[in-house]
């Protein structure tokens, strides 16, 4: 599976997604690009998009693609680091299309 990391998401969490393919939007080029046409540049390129963004799906149309997206409740690593399992969990899981939002832990 290949995943790509957006701007935001921090890059320690990349060794605990293995053995999944990890890149990132600053090794792609394409760090400052707009939510939407990152939907765009990653559908059919990258199973997956990790984001930090809350914002996202109410921003852009969401139909049509097929890249997952898998939205994190938070991009602060410590808070992070505590919910791993779920995170690999949310990635194992994504199928083309999908929207997955983890949610802190209550």
């Known amino acids: 599976m290949t995943i790509l990391f957006d701007e935001n ?28 046409d990152l939907v765009l540049r990653t559908n059919g390129v990258f199973d997956v998009l990790l984001l930090a963004d809350k914002n996202l799906r109410y921003q852009q149309n969401l139909a049509n693609r097929q890249v997952a997206l898998v939205e994190l409740p938070t991009n602060r690593w410590p808070a992070l680091q505590m919910m791993l399992p779920r995170i690999r969990q949310a990635v194992n899981a994504a199928t083309p299309g999908s929207y997955t939002s983890i949610e802190l832990p209550a």
Do not use: D, F, M
């Not at 921090?10 to 707009?34: C, D, N």
């Open 9 to 36: 998401v921090p890059a320690p969490l990349r060794k605990y997604l293995e053995p999944h393919q990890v890149t990132t939007v600053q090794e792609q080029g394409w760090a400052g690009i707009s939510n939407g």
